[in-house]
Nanobody, 116 residues
Framework: QVQLVESGGGLVQAGGSLRLSCASS????????IGWYRQAPGKQRELVAN???????TYADSVKGRFTISRDVAKNTVYLQMNSLQSEDTAVYYC??????????WGQGTQVTVSS
């Protein structure tokens, strides 16, 4: 059973920064891709950013230039550096990973609240 454990959420003022971490119980190379989704109240869950096994990254248009996804293979951890946070970034952020093209795993989520 794969476990994805997020950390790093919290309350931050607009313009501030946070770094989210997602620690995996399995080698992150086994996922293609692994990344972050978010869900704001009353809205659908949406992709924020992901990284595939080859290191290629994908970002939602709304976060390009502000968020950066990275990974530490030795620690089996994926990070999401979030800068220039805006109130619209307030959401529960979920780590998610796809294995073998069919099995999707989710973390429990971490709350990010941006105050204006």
């Amino acid at each position: 059973q794969v476990q994805l454990v997020e950390s790093g959420g919290g309350l931050v003022q607009a313009g501030g920064s946070l770094r989210l971490s997602c620690a995996s119980s399995r080698s992150i190379f086994s996922f293609n891709p692994i990344g972050w989704y978010r869900q704001a109240p009353g809205k659908q869950r949406e992709l924020v950013a992901n990284i595939n096994s080859g290191g290629t990254t994908t970002y939602a248009d709304s976060v390009k230039g502000r968020f950066t996804i990275s990974r530490d293979v030795a620690k089996n951890t994926v990070y999401l550096q979030m800068n220039s946070l805006q109130s619209e970034d307030t959401a529960v952020y979920y780590c998610s990973a796809l294995a073998n093209g069919v099995a999707r795993y989710w973390g429990q989520g971490t709350q990010v609240t941006v105050s204006s």
